[in-house]
């Protein structure tokens, strides 16, 4: 495509003729521009990350002030790639970890090609302050941003305290 948008730029015609030695030399750097981007696109495109967000939930919070939120990202492509955060639809959401009996705020989270980042209970977790109420049924929108990939956007359910988690043992 960006390939397709140089090569048009040689169709201008608009201009006053130019002494066909003027014109060829920035043809030829056209061309080989030209060729330069379809190199370099074909080379990224093996080496990307794939990425794909599943069974995403938000627990149904205990108290109004906190909620957390878990989920996979699993990476099918060939280059890693790095989790940078997370925004919800309701609340303000951060990247947990838990050490020990404490939770740390984790900047960023490593998703390695072929691997998978799982945000799952006693470890990792999305935290969410002051969500408001957060009833089973509902959904929050959680949009993940990457070092790399293009943000991906889910719609989490929510689901009870005492529900077990959507999707366990389906082997995703
Ligand atoms: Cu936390």
Do not use: C
């Not at 009996?101 to 209970?121: E, N, W, Y």
């Not at 949009?143 to 005492?162: G, N």
């Amino acid at each position: 495509m960006s390939a397709t948008r140089t090569i048009r730029t040689t169709t201008r015609t608009t201009r006053p003729p130019l002494k066909a030695g003027a014109v060829a030399i920035p043809l030829a750097v056209l061309v080989a521009g030209a060729a330069l981007l379809l190199w370099s696109g074909g080379d990224a495109a093996a080496r990307t990350a794939k990425l794909t967000v599943t069974g995403a939930y938000v627990r149904e919070p205990a108290n109004p002030d906190e909620a957390a939120a878990y989920f996979s990202i699993g990476n099918t492509g060939r280059a890693d790639d790095t989790l940078t955060a997370v925004t919800s639809s309701t609340g303000r959401a951060s990247l947990h970890t838990t050490n020990g009996p404490k939770m740390v705020t984790l900047s960023t989270a490593p998703i390695p090609a072929g691997g998978r980042l799982d945000f799952s209970p006693g470890a990792n977790h999305l935290m969410i302050d002051d969500p408001g109420p957060l009833k089973p049924g509902a959904t929050v929108r959680l949009t993940f941003d990457f070092a790399k990939s293009a943000p991906i956007t889910v719609d989490a359910p929510v689901i009870a305290i005492s529900a077990t988690v959507p999707g366990a043992g389906a082997g995703d």
